[in-house]
């Protein structure tokens, strides 16, 4: 389960900061839910679609500009 953290949090003997997300088994995962400490969080993908479509587009500001 991916998790994102809320509260700082020691993780296998690191220490882990408030935002970073997790793979952790769903009973750590739900513990850490539970505690406060973590919310759950969707896995981070490589592609980023709306920026790329925001970015790639033709400027229309000309097009609509009057005499």
Known sequence: MHIELLKPHTHAG???DVGERLDLADASARWLIAQGTAKAAIPATDS???RRDATSGVSTTAATQGD
Do not use: S
Request: hydrophobic residues 15%; positive net charge; charged residues 50%.
């Open 14 to 16: 690191q220490r882990r």
């Open 48 to 50: 980023k679609p709306a």
